[in-house]
């Protein structure tokens, strides 16, 4: 029996992550690109806000932020729709809903406005959307492949604000990083990161969002975030320094702990400080065991740093970190 998703009531920051199916690598430039193309336009339209992102070659990481819920008139679904699927099928539907008011047809432009509204602010539709859409687009480009393109149920964690937020998005930022396709992050253009250091608004908007409600220059936000997501975190440790440290009970730093596989950032369920994962816990109690008495802390993954203290809800029956050798 499947585990049922953590989600909030409201306004959430959200890690998701999918694979490609039998490890097979998808994703080419070409791909990546319409990937990232894609992603813009359904996040439009499920007025979710993309914070950061990475596609890799047969995965990709997403953090997001699911924003207070709120009315979505007729006049913002068709320019949604429009934004998602083009110009003309947004007049299609607009002649479409004038004809339902033209004959009384009440209950049924209520049904489609209730029907589109609920594929809106929510990771679940958002992510079917994604991942469908880009099948049809993968399928009509490659005629000879067959099956299914993506790997079983997409993974969600949900993301404490504040500090663990940056957090998150630089170890998505430091993917490519520690798969050694770039030693700098800046340098990979299928990321936030990289697409915000080259001049895209949108990217830019996302990162100085993950410093706070606060409008901050994306310049003052770059160096604080390239801080930690290089310059103090540039000094590698070798995987058997790591495993030493982790022998003795041992903590790493923030910075090197971000470019280590750390597999709680994308099965940990909830990431954040103690009194945050405690609340998910017992806000979602039914989701866990019965012998799971107590409130739970979770995986101390490591000390504070910057103020920065990442915790997870799940205690993972693995070691938290991984190698690639």
């Known amino acids: 029996m499947r585990m049922k998703r953590l989600k909030t009531d409201g306004e959430g920051y959200y890690h998701l992550m999918s694979r490609c199916a039998l490890k097979q690598f998808l994703f080419n430039d070409v791909e990546k690109q319409a990937f990232c193309t894609m992603l813009r336009r359904v996040a439009a339209f499920s007025g979710i806000e993309v914070l ?31 934004l998602l699927y083009g110009q003309e099928r947004e007049n299609a539907m607009r002649e479409r809903w004038n004809q339902y008011r033209k004959f009384g047809w009440k209950r049924l432009l209520e049904k489609e406005h209730s029907q589109l509204r609920a594929r809106m602010g929510d990771i679940s539709p958002f992510m079917q959307i994604l991942k469908q859409r880009f099948t049809i687009w993968y399928r009509a480009r490659t005629p000879g492949h067959e099956g299914t393109l993506w790997q079983g149920r997409f993974t969600s964690t949900l993301v404490e ?22 030693s700098d992050p800046k340098d990979y253009r299928f990321s936030g990161y990289g697409a915000a250091i080259s001049g895209d608004a949108t990217a830019q908007a996302g990162l100085c969002e993950l410093y706070g409600d606060s409008p901050q220059p994306f310049q003052k936000v770059a160096e604080a975030y390239r801080a930690l997501l290089y310059l103090k975190g540039s000094a590698s440790m070798s995987p058997e320094e790591v495993r030493q440290v982790l022998k003795k009970r041992g903590h790493l ?60 809800v799940r205690k993972l029956r693995k070691q938290p970190i991984t190698f690639s050798n």
Not at 53 to 76: A, K, T, W
Not at 167 to 179: K, S, T
Not at 253 to 278: D, M, T, Y
């Open 253 to 312: 730093p923030l910075p090197q702990l971000l470019r280590c596989r750390v597999r709680a950032l994308n099965s940990g369920l909830a990431i954040g400080s103690k009194k945050f994962v405690a609340g998910i816990f017992a806000t979602h109690r039914y989701a866990f065991s019965e012998r799971r008495k107590h409130v739970a802390t979770g995986e101390n993954l490591c000390p504070s740093w910057d103020g920065i203290q990442l915790c997870s």
């Open 161 to 182: 604000g504040g500090g663990s937020l940056v957090a998150v998005g630089a170890y998505i930022d430091l993917n490519p990083v520690r798969a050694g396709i770039v």
């Open 52 to 82: 950061t992102y990475c596609v890799m070659s047969n995965h990709f990481h997403l953090l997001v932020h699911v924003p207070r819920p709120q009315e979505i008139d007729e006049s913002e679904l068709l320019r949604r729709v429009g």
